[in-house]
């Protein structure tokens, strides 16, 4: 009769637990790209992505790592605080960074981010 009663509470105290468990959050995604044009002489196209969860994609100019005098430190800069900028302005918005990838070849440098915040 005790192990029933133990079985009998042990059941209801589960029960309980479960209906009071919190439910998975659900998220909407953003994706933010940089391409970052490694052509010299102004030749390539460096620009940021930033597509919202339906698929719409903004497109933002950004400048060549290279000029014709080589890397140009000025236009990472300025890349560097329009990204940041842009991620700020987002993190704002309630948007939080989950991962972040980066490829390269010898002509583009690129980084995808993914944000998320619960729906």
């Not at 509470?9 to 009071?20: E, G, K, M």
């Not at 044009?37 to 930033?50: E, F, N, Q, W």
């Not at 890349?79 to 490829?103: H, V, Y």
Request: hydrophobic share 40%; aromatic share 8%; glycine share 6%.
């Amino acid at each position: 009769m005790k192990r029933l009663l133990i079985v009998l509470l042990f059941c209801w105290i589960s029960d309980a637990a479960l209906a009071q468990a919190p439910l998975v959050p659900r998220y909407e995604y953003m994706q933010v790209t940089t391409i970052e044009s490694l052509i010299a002489g102004g030749a390539g196209r460096s620009r940021m992505l930033v597509t919202d969860r339906s698929g719409n994609a903004q497109e933002l100019p950004m400048s060549n790592v290279f000029s014709l005098g080589g890397i140009n430190f000025g236009n990472i800069k300025d890349n560097d605080k329009a990204i940041t900028i842009k991620m700020n302005e987002l993190s704002e918005q309630g948007w939080e960074l989950t991962e972040t990838t980066t490829a390269a070849n010898d002509n583009l440098f690129i980084t995808r981010y993914l944000l998320r915040k619960p729906k």
